[in-house]
């Protein structure tokens, strides 16, 4: 059940950004979430788009320094205390989280999680036994 | 069918033979300079020699040192021995600081080295059969005509494709089974990457071999350049000042470049006192031209540093072996009163997987302390997407570096791709201490 996310090194330099959303526009590949975490000379850009492989190599034969990485998505409901339980599941499970960040879809009344971490195939399991709903990746590229 | 021809004679003599015919050589020269180079005259009479006193191989060590400096105030062509009418071609090395300094060839002179080239692309296995293709830059630059001259004694099929325009190098590749590159090492690992970005694999090029020269590089360049391209890379020596390319190259061993010392007397010396050092000591190669007519020089400082290596080579050569260029003096960085070489840097860039061999040395001044930066590219294949393996590569450049340099160096990564990419001899080195960029 693993989503491929797409992940871009990017220099701490000004049009690095809009210079991958440019790319995936002019393919008409549609970003569904992204994040960024960064230092003060580079960062990496996070991203689930709708076509993981074509954006892949789309950006790659552009010369940016990118990498396809597995992740994990999870459905929690869209309300205060929604997420607490699936991470308190994950911890107790002895499970490690390297990041995670979240969208809100637009229809429904829930909240999605990306998680990295590092044995998805437990979490996967773990989640779905504490009742949580894991998305298949069809689902996620195409909200 | 390749046909590689066999030794030259000059490179099997016995020493005993080799020092008779270097001694000979170096009385004629020097008479021959001392009457015709009145630059020459003033310093042995300043010095108080003349030739005659010159009896030993050792004696040289009473004669004074030319330098660059000499050639530039004698700029342009001052300290040749023959006159213009005589000298057939002219080159010239590019003048960053200065006046560039001009080197004149006799038609006998140009025959010389068309020779001595031609034992340098031997050595490294090439000849009649191979398509050999020059990336050097064919101008006032002694390496795309030196080894031009060289590749068509041996019978090579020459392609002067000249540096830049590199889409067309690797369409010339395709289209002529091009099976040997010639060229600065930073150009010919730039060719690989554009032949990737155009959708060429380098490794399916019929390319088998690379003759690299022109700028220091280290070993773990050269695993590079061997790994892109599955080719072997030799590497050779020379500078416009004793002939250009043709000094010294690398055989099938592969285990230091042999000097053609028939026809160049090496020696190694201090580069601070100028004493001349013993066999296989590490200081800066200072040689003097045995058999040139044009531009003869009397223990000329390179200003290399390199060391030789005695003892017989399993390929048959007498000649004896210098190990490859690790700098020059005057790249010779000193920060924090420490001796940095650029290529000491390059050797643990190259070592560490997920880099590029791609960087950059920035020094600086905060306060009164320098401080090193090295900026370095990723390679596309060594990003994993993880935050954690990007400071561990950082990490691991910071701590191999401080480790040999005993300074700890800020590390940047950047982009694959960010940096400019050279066709000649790459700039790696920025030093802001000076006040500008150079």
């Not at chain 2, 040395?361 to 294949?381: F, N, P, S, T, W």
């Amino acid at each position: 059940m693993s989503v491929k996310q797409i992940s871009v090194f990017l220099e701490n330099k000004s049009g690095r950004l809009a210079a991958v959303a440019r790319l995936l526009a002019s393919r008409g590949i549609n970003i569904r979430a992204l994040s960024i975490a960064d230092t003060s000379d580079f960062g990496i850009l996070r991203l689930i788009v709708d076509r993981p492989e074509e954006a892949y190599r789309a950006l790659k034969e552009e010369g940016f320094t990118v990498s396809l990485t597995d992740v994990l998505a999870v459905a929690v409901p869209d309300r205060p205390g929604g997420l607490a339980p699936a991470l308190e599941a994950l911890s107790e499970a002895n499970l490690n989280i390297e990041y995670l960040y979240a969208f809100v879809a637009r229809h429904a009344d829930q909240a999605l999680v990306l998680l990295k971490v590092d044995d998805r195939e437990r979490a996967v399991k773990v989640l779905e036994e504490a009742g949580f709903k894991v998305p298949s990746p069809e689902e996620i590229y195409s909200l | 069918m390749r046909v590689v021809s066999g030794l030259r004679r000059g490179e099997t003599l016995s020493r005993e033979e080799l020092r008779e015919l270097q001694l000979v050589r170096l009385k004629a020269l020097l008479v021959r300079v001392y009457e015709r180079v009145p630059f020459y005259r003033r310093k042995m009479d300043e010095a108080g020699v003349k030739p005659e006193d010159i009896r030993s191989l050792e004696d040289i060590r009473h004669l004074p040192f030319t330098t660059k400096e000499d050639l530039r105030e004698n700029y342009p062509f001052g300290l040749f021995a023959v006159p213009l009418k005589d000298v057939v071609r002219i080159h010239a090395s590019s003048g960053t600081t200065g006046k560039p300094t001009v080197v004149g060839y006799t038609r006998r002179d140009l025959n010389l080295w068309a020779e001595l080239v031609a034992r340098i692309v031997r050595m490294a296995g090439v000849g009649r059969g191979d398509v050999a293709q020059v990336c050097f830059s064919y101008a006032l630059f002694t390496g795309g005509f030196g080894l031009h001259a060289g590749l068509e004694r041996v019978g090579a099929t020459v392609v002067p494709a000249a540096a830049g325009n590199t889409e067309r190098h690797v369409r010339l590749m395709q289209d002529f089974g091009t099976t040997v590159l010639v060229g600065t090492p930073s150009y010919i690992l730039h060719i690989a990457e554009v032949a990737r970005q155009m959708g060429v694999d380098p490794r399916r090029l019929k390319v088998r071999k690379a003759l690299c020269g022109a700028e220091p590089w280290s070993e773990g360049m050269r695993a590079e350049i061997e790994r892109t391209w599955g080719i072997e890379a030799y590497d050779n020596y020379g500078l416009s000042e004793i002939i250009g390319p043709g000094v010294a190259g690398e055989c099938l061993e592969r285990q230091g470049l042999h000097i053609n010392e028939d026809h160049f007397l090496v020696e190694v010396i201090d580069p601070n006192t100028g004493e001349p050092l013993p066999v296989g000591e590490k200081g800066e190669l200072v040689f003097t031209t045995l058999t040139k007519e044009a531009l003869p020089l009397i223990r000329y400082r390179t200003r290399d540093l390199s060391r030789l290596l005695p003892g017989p080579c399993p390929c048959g050569r007498t000649t004896i072996r210098m190990e490859r260029v690790m700098g020059r003096t005057d790249d010779m960085l000193i920060i924090r009163g420490v001796n940095v070489f650029p290529s000491q840097i390059e050797e643990v860039i190259t070592s560490i997987p997920g880099l590029a061999p791609h960087y950059q040395i920035i020094v600086d001044r905060k306060g009164y302390l320098d401080e090193l930066e090295v900026q370095v590219e990723l390679a596309q294949e060594g990003f994993t997407g993880s935050y954690e393996d990007l400071e561990s590569l950082e990490e691991a450049v910071r701590h191999r570096l401080q480790s040999i340099l005993s300074i700890t160096p800020k590390v940047k990564l950047l982009e694959y791709g960010s940096l400019t990419r050279s066709t000649g001899k790459a700039k790696r080195v920025i030093d802001r201490r000076r006040g500008g960029e150079g």
